[in-house]
């Protein structure tokens, strides 16, 4: 009886084993899970992280518009700070500038004028050029008349008057003419020597004329020639001072928009929409800030929250984009709360100083309220594959560092 019951067991647990096998290798070849590479490490990062607003200078707070917790818009003017020393600097730099640029205008309008005057000289001394050739030729051509006229009187004096009178002399000894005609002879040859010597006369007038002429031309072009370089030396010193002025006027230009740059900076403004945090408080014993004191922080209303997380080495090659991420923020109970989902969006293609992260681009429907700095782990889902090759994968990625070992 006892050797009856000691088989049925037998049996029962063979029976069992069997069983028990088959589910083993059914739930092997059925079953699948995910495959992922876990880390350890990980932050909540804001996309658009908290603006610290610091005090750019020394200054008194003058008026502040907003309180703890208020929320602004991008534009809005939050405080306004007072440095009675910035706003004289800046009032002393605007008259300076404004004098500067006066006097570099005035400058540029004296070497306009110089230059116009110099063209206008340039002008001059071609049209007297002009009117000189002009007047020469005019002359030259009355000189070769009145050379004409002379040499013709010189002739007729000769030829007519002068002869006539010898002839008439030498027939009035032969008492061949009388007293009368030989006084006409006289008048006659008095009168071609008048008219000769008045032809010399208008000659050397013209003469006087010609020479006259040159020297009036030769000394108005080098009087404009002295006008000329005296205006080019006038110019040389105008640029000097240009250039002078210039330096003066680029170096208070530069000082002058950095005093304006500063003056705005009284003016704390809003750069986006957010909630006003860590006010600087206007009943302090001491109503003074000094520069980069921290005057305020506006966390912005709405904000987009990614996930950095740190990948072993070993893991970093199984890591794609677009795969499923399981997250578990340190500041909640994972049991209670439950996982984050995301999805990785960012793989950098060599190795950072430090070790290799990746961000993940987080859902928009997070179970709780996130916020910039929570630390957290979980796992990115390499891949699903049947419980068999889970487990075959496994053990093989365990047995590659041995092998690697061997030589």
Known sequence: MREFEALFFIRLFFKLLLAFTGVVILCLFALSVDDSVPFQSGEIIAEVPQLDMKAPFEAIPHTVFVREGQNVKAGDTLMILVNEQLQKDFKDAQVLHTSLLKSDSAISGLIRSAHEKMSNLKSEKLLNEKAFYSQKERIENELHSATQKVELNKDKLRSIAQEKLKIDSNLYKQNV???????????????????????????????????????????????????????????????????????????????????????????????????????????????????????LSLVPRKDKYYAKVLIPQRDISYVKTGQEAHLKIDAFN??????????????????????????????????????????????????????????????????????????
């Open 177 to 295: 003419l009388s007293k009368l005609d030989i006084t006409n002879s006289y008048d006659n040859f008095s009168n071609y020597k008048s008219v000769l010597v008045e032809s010399e006369l208008g000659q050397r007038q013209i003469l006087t004329k010609n020479t006259l002429l040159g020297n009036d031309f030769l000394k108005a072009q080098n009087a404009i020639d002295l006008k000329l370089i005296e205006l080019r030396e006038r110019v040389q010193e105008l640029e000097k001072e240009k250039s002078a002025s210039e330096k003066d006027l680029s170096s208070t230009t530069e000082n002058f928009n950095f005093l304006k740059g500063q003056i705005r900076k009284q003016y704390v403004i809003a750069e986006t929409d957010g909630e006003v945090q860590s006010l600087f408080n206007l009943k302090f014993a001491q109503n003074f800030v000094a520069k980069d004191q921290l005057l």
């Open 334 to 407: 994972f049991y209670d709360k439950g996982i984050l989902k995301g999805e990785v969006a960012y793989i950098p293609e060599r190795k950072p100083r430090e070790d290799f992260f990746i961000t993940i681009e987080l859902a928009q429907d997070a179970p709780f309220k996130l916020k910039a700095g929570y630390s957290l782990k979980g796992e990115i889902i390499i891949e699903r594959l049947k419980l068999y090759q889970f487990i075959a994968k496994k053990i093989f990625r365990k047995l590659e560092p041995q092998a690697n070992e061997t030589p």
